[in-house]
């Protein structure tokens, strides 16, 4: 299960069993391959071209499939927090006003390139000792027809480890290996040959130790403050770290209303480690938009001041500040959408910022009702932890209700998990007579949320199914595979 992050450690032990038969059962020698990089990287090289964004990301030759729009800089319109607790979620409102090539549809998501924590850049070209290069020009070209460049050919260290490669991504055993060789004292070599080649080892570290690239050097020479990794390739750095991904997000708001500021609900993210619970493990994107939401109420102040989160270069990062707070974002089209006819009714299951899209949905029917249009009845099932914390909104569906009037009933039926102790699933479950009859009166039903709640969910709507129909689970199965061939399932889930 990808989910679960550990696919990679899968293939490794997969890996060393078979290497393991080699040796023994066949009598394979095992030879030490000596690193042959894939990529060139040469500093010194030309200048990068004037006007020409640093931060950009690098999309190559890919075209805009599927009617998603290109990659754009985008001006944050506002950003404003609505939980009501120590943690934080941010509504922001994006400004395509000047974008006209783009364009969303509700229930589309928004794609939003991060940049790296100044703290962990500035780790990294300290332990490499490229701190007074960070602005030199390097030049990367591929020495393998079959491996693509996904980092602009022209551009600087800085700007590769703060803009176009995951630094802050956790460090895989394997990693560990290629980077033994050049480690810059022997204590070092051995604490690295000591996790890569011992599974239970470097699972018991990783579950007391936040390990991201530039930490690991740090940790690897922590008896010798002295020392550094100059001697390791910038290539092989460069290779080991996986390239800077977009993280998508579900527009919160209807086309129909805003079709010109499409609107994003993001979770602050902050995990502690199991068995470090002090230390936590800080979402890149999340804290980058709550950086920038700072940075929008207090416009005197270019960095978050506070200690206790991490601090982004929000203003000067691209080289073109006019201003405005910008995120690079592309609009990525979605098959999760409201049905054609207005009058479908609607079983809408969420949990957490997985109420964003139905917030769109919702709005967009009150709007449609306003106008004199028929809209069919909702059914909108949401989990949070309390109502008087992160019930988010909730005054927003409150004003659909009374704007749907008597025209279209929106029912909201809420699962509190640190309260009455029950999910979403749950409610599902006592509310099962009334999804039996929206679904027998054509109703299409929406789930967003983590995948493990998505799952739960299928099953307790499978089991109102057998429950309320008399039938089988072969009957019930090929009800629900049908029902989600025909679309009238559909779920925008993650994790």
Known sequence: ????????????????????????????????????????????????????????????????????????????????????????????????????????????????????????????????????????????????PSVKIKIPA?????????HHVEICAPVSRDTLRSLAPYAPSQSAKALLETLCQDKTAFADFISRNHLMFGRVLQLAVSSDPEATWSDLPLSLVIESIPCMQPRYYSISSSSVISPRHPSITAIVDRKPLLAAPDTIIKGITSHYLHA?????????????????????????????????????????????????????????????TGIAPFRAFVMERARFAGMGRPVGDMLLFFGCRRPDEDYIYRETFGRAQTDLGGKAKLSIVTAFSRVDHVYVQDRVRQEAEQVLRLIDEGANVYVCGRAAMAREVGKAVCDAMATGKGWKEDEVREWFEGFKRRRLWQEDVWG
Not at 60 to 72: D, F, I, W, Y
Not at 154 to 160: G, N, Q, S
Request: glycine share 6%.
């Open 292 to 352: 920038i939401q700072k940075a929008k109420e207090n416009a005197t102040s270019q960095r978050l001041p506070s200690t206790n989160w991490p601090t982004y270069e929000i203003y000067s990062q691209h080289g073109d500040y006019d201003g405005n707070l910008k995120v690079f974002a592309q609009i990525r089209r979605s098959k999760f959408k409201l049905p054609t006819q207005g009058m479908t009714p609607l079983v809408m299951i969420a949990a957490g």
């Open 154 to 162: 022209t551009t600087t260290i800085e700007a590769v480890f703060k």
């Open 1 to 144: 299960d990808d989910a679960e992050g550990g696919t990679e450690e899968d293939f490794m032990t997969w890996r060393d069993d078979l290497f393991t038969f080699f040796r023994q059962q066949l009598h394979f020698e095992e030879r030490t391959v000596q690193y042959e990089p894939t990529i060139s990287v040469v500093l010194g090289g030309s200048p990068v071209e004037k006007g020409v964004s640093l931060a950009k990301p690098y999309t190559g030759s890919l075209k805009h499939v599927n009617g998603n729009s290109a990659v754009e800089h985008i001006p944050v319109k506002g950003s404003h927090e609505i939980f009501k607790s120590s943690r934080n979620c941010i509504h922001m409102d994006l400004d395509l006003i000047d974008h006209s090539e783009m364009r969303y549809k509700t229930g589309d998501h928004v794609a939003i390139w991060p940049i790296n924590p100044d703290i962990e850049v500035e780790t990294l070209l300290c332990i490499l000792s490229l701190s007074n290069k960070r602005n030199e020009t390097i030049t990367i070209q591929s020495l393998d």
